[in-house]
T-cell receptor, first 114, second 115 residues
Framework: AQSVAQPEDQVNVAEGNPLTVKCTYS??????LFWYVQYPNRGLQFLLK??????LVKGSYGFEAEFNKSQTSFHLKKPSALVSDSALYFC????????????FGTGTRLTVIP | DSGVTQTPKHLITATGQRVTLRCSPR?????VYWYQQSLDQGLQFLIQ???????AKGNILERFSAQQFPDLHSELNLSSLELGDSALYFC??????????????FGPGTRLTVL
């Protein structure tokens, strides 16, 4: 079985400061991890994914994520937050049986304060 | 813009009714997934189709069904609607049949309100 935890429902950060949105996972076998962002009244937009290789994954809009196998974490990061980054962020793990669908965390609402 | 389109954007209907949600995948994508996003259940996988065939089911109610047509668009049919079916319904598509490394691209969703 697999699970994803996003321990923070809400993260507030000042514009220009670095941001981190946390995600921990539990899977059997190799983890395939994804981050998506949802802006108001919009669908989910793919940011980045970890499949294998380098633990630091770079994605869209300046976001990156660090895969840490020992801590079973896949935290999303950005060096300098923008007000436009305010949105709902979802971490997801790939289900490796059946449909190979995505299993999502509960989401973290990021608010960047001007 | 992901290239996945969904219609309609909004749907308001009454309990007991039946509705159909439509999804067109990205050009070249053969696999279509349906997800439901609600406040109490979060984002949940409903069902997957690949090249016209049902491949897997998730937390899909028996009142719900789906199909994928030869042109690869998909429809999600929701019947005997209940208040609790009010949610945002997403379609996602990917190139292959659910390879673990494959990226799913999501449409803008259909917001269903059952009154």
């Amino acid at each position: 079985a697999q699970s994803v935890a996003q321990p923070e429902d809400q993260v507030n950060v000042a514009e220009g400061n670095p941001l981190t949105v946390k995600c921990t996972y539990s899977v059997s076998g190799n983890p395939y991890l994804f981050w998506y962002v949802q802006y108001p009244n919009r669908g989910l937009q793919f940011l980045l994914k970890y499949i294998t290789g380098d633990n630091l994954v770079k994605g869209s809009y300046g976001f990156e994520a660090e895969f840490n196998k020992s801590q079973t974490s896949f935290h999303l990061k950005k060096p300098s937050a923008l007000v436009s980054d305010s949105a709902l962020y979802f971490c997801a793990v790939r289900v490796l049986t059946g449909a190979n669908n995505l299993f999502f965390g509960t989401g973290t609402r990021l608010t960047v304060i001007p | 813009d992901s290239g996945v389109t969904q219609t309609p954007k909004h749907l308001i209907t009454a309990t007991g009714q039946r509705v159909t949600l439509r999804c067109s995948p990205r050009s070249g994508d053969l696999s279509v997934y349906w997800y439901q996003q609600s406040l109490d259940q979060g984002l949940q996988f409903l069902i997957q189709y690949y090249n016209g065939e049902e491949r897997a089911k998730g937390n899909i109610l028996e009142r719900f069904s789906a199909q994928q047509f030869p042109d690869l668009h998909s429809e999600l049919n929701l019947s005997s609607l209940e208040l609790g079916d009010s949610a945002l319904y997403f379609c996602a598509s990917s190139v292959v049949e659910g390879a673990p490394t494959d990226t799913q691209y999501f449409g803008p969703g259909t917001r269903l309100t059952v009154l």
